[in-house]
Every structure is written in C-alpha cells, then in structure tokens.
C-alpha cells in the first residue's frame, strides 16, 4: 500500500520568514495531494491540495509543488504569521479527490517565533 | 452551511464496551469517511460509505464497524473495547467519492480506561 513520508516532526521559524515542508510518497498511482492543517482541539482543516497533472499551484502565502517523477511533493508557506502555528499533514490517494483512502504522513509540527 | 458534526465529543468506556460514535456531513455530502487519530500512529483510515454502502475499508479489526443511512448521516461502532482504542476518532465529508474535497469533523475523543 501507500507509504507518506513527511519532514521535518517540528519546524520553528521566525515571523516572517517562510517554512518549507516535504512529503515523499511511494505509489506511483497516487493522483490526488491534499495538505491539511490542524489547531488544538480541531479536526484537520483542508488547506490547498493538488492533483498529478498539476506542478504547481498557489494560493495566497501557501504553495504546493509536485515532482511526480520523484514522487515528492512540498508545502510553501511565505510571510509566516502567528495564526500559521499548528500541525500540518500531507497526505495521497489514489482516488482523485475526497476523503476516501487518504494515507497521511506523520505531520510537522510549526511553531512560529515572534 | 453547517459543517461536519460529530457527537458526542468526548466519551469515557470501559474495556469490553461497546460504543457508538455519531457523524452528520455537510448537507449535500454523500460519501463519509473515518479516520483514526493517535500520537503514535498518526491518521488511519477506517472506512468510507457512499449512498449507505460500504465502498472502502482500511486495515481495521472487524470489531471496527460502520454504516450509512439514507440522510448521508453516518455511525461507527467499535466492540469489545480495547485500551489501543483510545483516539481521536475523525469524520470526513466530500460531495463524491473522488475528485472533490473533504472537509473534517472536530472529532470525538474516545478514552478506553
């Protein structure tokens, strides 16, 4: 089955400065890269995904890259605020899309300093 | 519009028990996923129905249960409780199965003593 690699497990970075996250998958079929971002106490909040025919795609201060050849794929977060705080996963499926079958990685923890 | 709601949010058993933990998705949603949560294994999938059937299931024992209703409202039921079981038990919610976005429940936190 599908295998979701992520790092760093924490990642603190000065306010302002940008953060950078990574994810390396093993199933060559998986076609659809959400990352989720979840605050204490929450359920995991959608926060951008991307899908296999895609490289790219932004939105605001986050970004998410794909590299299907080397089956990895990365989140960019620019101009770090305090509210950015939080645990982020990434995570595949090999079903284009929903909640069905998603494998996740282990999550980053990213504490944003004042 | 409502979101994902699960109830009840925190729930305290006994080993052996039996539970039964309550989703209700976004109006319109169809398919409902569950997910598990703990620090030491992360997100797991459990199972997803679409249109009151089971369409996918995760590597769960079969004491891990569920089932859809005609409303999209979705149950899932866990036997003979084990102390393993204590988690984060998460819902999810897409219009379809594939190719849309999933939105998550708060989550019920489900403590085994």
């Known amino acids: 089955g599908e295998n979701v690699e992520q790092h760093p497990s924490t990642l603190s970075v000065q306010e302002g400065d940008s953060a950078v996250i990574k994810c390396t998958y093993s199933d060559s079929a998986s076609n659809y890269f959400p990352w989720y971002k979840q605050e204490l106490g929450k359920g995991p909040q959608l926060i951008i995904d991307?899908?296999?025919?895609?490289g790219e795609k932004k939105d605001q201060r986050i970004a998410v890259t794909l590299n299907k050849t080397a089956k990895h794929f990365s989140l960019h977060i620019t101009e770090t605020q305090p509210e950015d705080s939080a645990v982020y996963f990434c995570?595949?499926?090999?079903?284009?899309?929903?909640?069905?079958?998603?494998?996740f990685g282990k999550g980053t923890h990213l504490i944003i300093q004042p | 519009k409502a979101g994902v709601t699960q109830t009840p949010r925190y729930l305290i058993k006994t080993r052996g028990q039996q539970v039964t933990l309550s989703c209700s998705p976004i109006?319109?949603?169809?398919?409902v996923s569950w997910y598990q949560q703990t620090p030491g294994q992360g997100l797991q999938f459990l199972f997803e129905?679409?249109?009151?059937?089971?369409?996918n299931k995760g590597n769960f024992p079969g004491r891990f249960s569920g089932r859809q209703f005609s409303n999209s409202r979705s149950e899932m039921n866990v036997s003979t409780l084990e102390l393993g079981d204590s988690a984060l038990y998460l819902c999810?919610?897409?219009?379809?199965?594939?190719?849309?976005?999933?939105?998550f429940g708060q989550g019920t936190r489900l403590t085994v003593v």
């Open positions: 991307i899908r296999s025919n895609v």
């Open positions: 129905y679409f249109s009151e059937t089971q369409r």
């Open positions: 999810a919610s897409s219009p379809t199965t594939s190719g849309s976005e999933a939105f």
């Open positions: 109006s319109g949603h169809r398919s």
């Open positions: 995570a595949a499926s090999v079903r284009g899309g929903g909640a069905d079958g998603l494998t």
